[in-house]
Every structure is written in structure tokens, then in C-alpha cells.
């Protein structure tokens, strides 16, 4: 589970969206800079189509209750992991309790953040998206909302932060 701590000026969840509804009038949403979201959840070894964070602009800053790889791409940001900096576009061991701070993109809009197992809330029509316009999905972030994480895909495994591996200490 993760909490968010600072909201930003707009977090919401996104996956790869809703595709094949538009005959009825549902929008397709998802991540608008699919590339990234892509990347963020390859690098935490997720399925590409696992849900995300998206930030507009100011970033986020979440407090994880379980310990997970994250990963944060697109527009660049500085990350802090405890007011410790962090890599950006690549994956980084977060313990249980720290905060993971995303700060105000330098460069571009849309930053992701992607957790290994990702985000776990209930689908709507076949996507955990946030759309905004339609009302689907769940709500932008809010500060003191909490959010699910999944389990970590069985199939595709994370790559390892130093220290993290068998016979390591």
C-alpha cells in the first residue's frame, strides 16, 4: 500500500486505458505519454499495462507501507527517497515506511512512477484509469489517500538494487 503524502497539482492512476468502447461513448484515457509509462514499468519489472502514477507538473510524494522497487520517467523530476536523492529513469529499492518524493519536472509535464507490482485499485470497464472528462476511474489524488500495490508479476523479475542479491548483504 502507498500513501500519498503530497498530492501535487494533478496525480491520478493510469494504465494503457480503455480500448474498443468508443462506439459507446467511453474514451479511450490512459497514460498520456504511453513510451514512459511503458518504460517505468519495464524497469520495476511490470507488465507494461500495470498501472502508474501520473503527475502534472509538481510531482507527488508518497509514504510506501511495503518495501518495492519504483521507477520514475517521462519528464524529468528530482526524486528523493527520505529527502535522500534517488535515480530517475531507473529502478530504485524503497523501504517499508520511507517516502518516495517526485519533485517538480525541469524539463516536460507528465512524470510516471511506477511500483513493482503496480496499482492495484478496482477497474472500470477494463482499466484502472483515471479519466478525468468522463468521470471513470478513480479520483485524482488527494494527500492522506491510500492506494493498493500488487504482487509482483511471477514471470518478470525486477532487476536487483545493488546490495539485494543472493549471498549479498
Not at 509535464?109 to 471513470?136: H, K, M, N, Q, W
Not at 545493488?162 to 548483504?169: E, K, L, S
Amino acid at each position: 500500500m502507498i500513501e500519498v503524502v503530497r498530492a501535487g497539482a494533478l496525480t491520478t492512476v493510469q494504465d494503457l486505458g480503455r480500448h474498443g468502447l468508443a462506439h459507446l461513448g467511453v474514451p479511450r484515457s490512459g497514460a498520456l505519454d504511453e513510451p514512459a509509462h511503458r518504460l517505468a514499468n519495464r524497469l520495476v519489472g511490470n507488465l507494461e499495462s500495470a498501472a502508474t502514477l501520473e503527475t502534472t507538473l509538481t510531482g507527488t510524494a508518497v509514504r510506501l507501507h511495503a518495501a518495492a522497487t519504483v521507477a520514475v520517467t517521462g519528464a524529468p523530476a528530482p526524486v528523493r527517497i527520505d529527502g535522500r536523492p534517488a535515480a530517475w529513469g531507473a529502478p530504485v529499492h524503497v523501504p517499508a515506511g520511507a517516502v518516495l518524493d517526485v519533485g517538480t519536472a525541469t524539463h516536460g509535464l507528465r512524470s510516471y512512477v511506477a511500483f513493482s507490482g503496480g496499482i492495484e485499485v478496482s477497474p472500470v470497464l477494463g482499466s484502472r484509469s483515471t479519466d478525468l472528462l468522463s468521470g471513470l476511474g478513480p479520483s485524482p489524488l488527494s494527500n492522506g489517500d491510500r492506494l493498493p500495490l500488487g504482487r509482483r508479476n511471477a514471470t518478470i523479475s525486477a532487476p536487483r538494487a545493488r546490495g539485494d542479491g543472493p549471498g549479498q548483504a
